[in-house]
């Protein structure tokens, strides 16, 4: 069995030596980052499967180490951090996390997320290679490979998380997906997953939409779900769901 490897970028060393510990008690090979001034080497050094990552950290924050690991690497970014305003999770998704833990925490908690997140990227719920192909829907292509979504003449890349869902909307383009179907598809217990981290990916993926020409092509139907418009019209908003 593959024994994964976990980046601790942490700089309280309390902190960094629990998880730790607590990590290799399961089996995972925990390293905690030495250099907080050049993180993106040390991470490219050590190629781990997952990132633990802080937020308030010496010479730049998390937010701008993920964006420089997002330059190299798809591997899950989970930030660990002190904060716990709203937006410190819309900002951390928003500069490329995939999932937000909230200290103090509950190991057990983070455990199950660490897991899931491994098991979407590399193990039981990863894509198997032969299905790996560029996906159609009307004319806007995934390629699943790559995580870049194209329409004419555009590219942009997504998230991990936003493949996964453009891909859901997409396989039911036209047809309502509901929040929990989606919850479902992004994590595999959705009661560890604050609602919010759903509606801010979504977010994330309309922008890029908007950036690739489409404008409102995800609707919003309230209490139900979302829907990828195959028509061409403009988006629809109809009811408070974000």
């Known amino acids: 069995m593959r024994r994964y490897s976990i980046f601790v970028v942490e700089d309280d060393e309390k902190i960094a030596a629990q998880l730790t510990k607590y990590l290799a008690r399961y089996g995972y090979e925990a390293h905690v980052a030495s250099r907080l001034d050049d993180l993106k080497r040390e991470f490219l050094e050590r190629k781990p499967d997952l990132v633990l990552l802080d937020i308030n950290l010496p010479y730049y924050d998390g937010y701008y180490w993920c964006r420089q690991i997002r330059t190299v690497s798809n591997v899950p970014i989970l ?3 002190a904060r ?3 937006m410190d999770q819309v900002m951390a998704i928003e500069h490329g996390g995939d999932d937000y833990i909230a200290k103090p925490f509950n190991l057990e908690v983070l455990l199950a997320k660490v897991k899931s997140s491994l098991r979407r990227a590399y193990g039981e719920y990863a894509m198997p290679p032969e299905t790996r192909e560029l996906l159609d829907f009307g004319g806007l292509l995934l390629d699943r490979t790559r995580n870049r979504l194209g329409w004419k003449d555009r590219q942009t890349d997504l998230t991990r998380n936003e493949c996964i ?31 919010n981290t759903l509606s801010v990916n979504m977010t994330r993926l309309r922008k890029k939409l908007e950036q690739l020409g489409l404008p409102g092509a995800i609707d919003t139907i309230r209490s139900q779900g979302y829907r990828l418009r195959t028509d061409g019209g403009a988006g629809r908003e109809e009811g408070g769901l974000r």
Do not use: C, P, Y
């Open 79 to 81: 930030f660990v951090s």
């Open 84 to 86: 716990t305003h709203e």
């Open 165 to 195: 869902l453009m891909e859901a909307l997409g396989m039911r383009a036209g047809e309502i997906v509901s929040r929990e179907a989606l919850l479902a598809k992004l994590w595999d217990d959705v009661s560890f997953v604050d609602d």
